[in-house]
């Protein structure tokens, strides 16, 4: 009988059990550690670092290593006022940058500074499905051009699941035009819950932050950090299905576990901060059960998004 699990010693049942959940919350802390030991930390000061691809109509005299001091008439001296100044400014395709570089204090032109980049792609939804990838920059939606992130949101969400019609930009491939319908999940908001209509993307930055090297003390500590969140929002989001403030349409089996992890291992490295962590807390908590209208990620893992400590722009 003490061969078999049942002929165990309580103690010995228990710790079988539990080994695979401990291995599997090392192996997220690792993860996280390992990335925040790769991507660096985020200098003090707001400095511009690696430029992503825009489109050529797209006006941008940035240069990396560029300290941002303002936005139109905002000041910004900390990375939390380049949001602030960043919502304080009317969104235009083109925005006064006041930057310091070699020096010398001067104004150039660059994009918005919320503009429709994708930042990641959830998982099984419905931009994952269409093919859109993190990069993509979003020209139109149903023949009206968008220059704000927030404007992709508010009209997919006025769409109410209808299809609508995206005109993206790709980095090497040009213009090309996808077709897909939101679909309607919870998010957590900070009273509880709201259900909205999304396409599974993110909102992404044009530009990286300029960075330092992290240690590894600092980077087991964001390690930790991350999948206590992870933990946190696993564990409130089976609360909210249990007590029925949430749609127990979002409680998936191993097959829909295993076509999440699939898709976000596909984006190769370009996989999404929400993929990442939603296949994370899959592991951690497949036994039980898994949350897709998280999959989009609560927390954006970007050294821009960390040094800013916001949610990020969903749609």
Not at 38 to 54: F, K, M, N, S
Not at 113 to 140: K, N, T, W, Y
Not at 193 to 208: A, K, Q
């Given at each position: 009988?003490?061969?078999?699990?049942?002929?165990?010693?309580?103690?010995?049942?228990?710790?079988?059990?539990?080994?695979?959940?401990?291995?599997?919350?090392?192996?997220?802390?690792?993860?996280?550690?390992?990335?925040?030991?790769?991507?660096?930390?985020?200098?003090?000061?707001?400095?511009?670092?690696?430029?992503?691809?825009?489109?050529?109509?797209?006006?941008?005299?940035?240069?990396?290593?560029?300290?941002?001091?303002?936005?139109?008439?905002?000041?910004?001296?900390?990375?939390?006022?380049?949001?602030?100044?960043?919502?304080?400014?009317?969104?235009?395709?083109?925005?006064?940058?006041?930057?310091?570089?070699?020096?010398?204090?001067?104004?150039?032109?660059?994009?918005?500074?919320?503009?429709?980049?994708?930042?990641?792609?959830?998982?099984?939804?419905?931009?994952?499905?269409?093919?859109?990838?993190?990069?993509?920059?979003?020209?139109?939606?149903?023949?009206?051009?968008?220059?704000?992130?927030?404007?992709?949101?508010?009209?997919?969400?006025?769409?109410?699941?209808?299809?609508?019609?995206?005109?993206?930009?790709?980095?090497?491939?040009?213009?090309?035009?996808?077709?897909?319908?939101?679909?309607?999940?919870?998010?957590?908001?900070?009273?509880?819950?709201?259900?909205?209509?999304?396409?599974?993307?993110?909102?992404?930055?044009?530009?990286?932050?300029?960075?330092?090297?992290?240690?590894?003390?600092?980077?087991?500590?964001?390690?930790?950090?991350?999948?206590?969140?992870?933990?946190?929002?696993?564990?409130?989001?089976?609360?909210?299905?249990?007590?029925?403030?949430?749609?127990?349409?979002?409680?998936?089996?191993?097959?829909?576990?295993?076509?999440?992890?699939?898709?976000?291992?596909?984006?190769?490295?370009?996989?999404?901060?929400?993929?990442?962590?939603?296949?994370?807390?899959?592991?951690?908590?497949?036994?039980?059960?898994?949350?897709?209208?998280?999959?989009?990620?609560?927390?954006?893992?970007?050294?821009?998004?960390?040094?800013?400590?916001v949610p990020p722009r969903r749609g």
């Open positions: 009988m003490r061969q078999t699990l049942g002929g165990a010693p309580l103690w010995a049942r228990f710790a079988t059990v539990a080994a695979g959940p401990i291995f599997n919350f090392i192996l997220s802390i690792a993860v996280f550690a390992g990335m925040a030991f790769w991507q660096g930390t985020p200098v003090e000061d707001v400095q511009i670092g690696r430029i992503h691809a825009l489109p050529e109509s797209q006006t941008n005299e940035l240069k990396s290593g560029d300290v941002v001091l303002g936005i139109g008439d905002a000041p910004v001296a900390t990375w939390a006022d380049l949001g602030k100044a960043a919502e304080a400014v009317p969104a235009a395709s083109v925005q006064q940058w006041h930057v310091r570089r070699d020096g010398a204090e001067l104004t150039v032109a660059g994009p918005d500074p919320f503009p429709a980049v994708v930042g990641g792609i959830a998982p099984r939804s419905a931009a994952a499905a269409a093919g859109l990838e993190a990069g993509d920059v979003i020209l139109s939606i149903d023949g009206t051009p968008v220059t704000r992130f927030v404007e992709l949101r508010d009209k997919v969400g006025a769409a109410e699941g209808r299809p609508v019609l995206l005109q993206v930009w790709r980095p090497g491939a040009g213009v090309a035009e996808y077709t897909l319908a939101a679909r309607e999940q919870d998010l957590p908001t900070a009273t509880g819950f709201e259900r909205r209509w999304l396409i599974g993307v993110t909102g992404g930055s044009f530009f990286d932050p300029a960075t330092r090297p992290t240690g590894p003390g600092e980077a087991l500590g964001t390690g930790v950090t991350r999948t206590w969140d992870i933990i946190g929002s696993s564990i409130t989001g089976l609360w909210a299905t249990v007590t029925g403030q949430i749609s127990s349409c979002n409680i998936g089996g191993a097959i829909s576990i295993a076509e999440t992890t699939g898709q976000a291992a596909s984006a190769g490295a370009r996989i999404s901060s929400g993929g990442l962590r939603s296949c994370r807390r899959q592991s951690a908590f497949s036994t039980f059960c898994r949350f897709p209208f998280w999959t989009a990620g609560i927390w954006s893992f970007s050294p821009m998004r960390r040094s800013r400590g």
